[in-house]
């Protein structure tokens, strides 16, 4: 059973920072790349960043570039984001995702597992 478990959620102040934490089980996690997405209330869901299956590559959201980081470690099956300079905006349930394939994606639809998300609020 594949199994994406979000962590590092949480409550800040704008300006802050926080890393989120997405560990894969049941899934041969270097064979995939992976994804974070994130939905405010009343939003669709939106592309936040990815990292392609080597790690080699990675691809941001325009809105974050400078302020966010994505990177992975196989030895864990982990991945992270790295979210620094918080603002309010960046409010939102952040989800992990998981995609068989080689390259990175931002659409939602073209990952195949999905994590249960974590709460990101942003106070101003």
Known sequence: QVQLVESGGGLVQAGGSLRLSCTASGLPFSSYAMGWFRQAPGKEREFVASI????GSTYLTDSVKGRFTIS???ARNTVYLQMNSLKSEDTAVYYCAARLSAAWANIPSLYNYWGQGTQV????
């Not at 392609?52 to 790690?55: I, K, M």
């Open 52 to 55: 392609t299956r080597s790690g």
């Open 72 to 74: 992975t470690d196989n």
């Open 121 to 124: 609020t942003v106070s101003s």
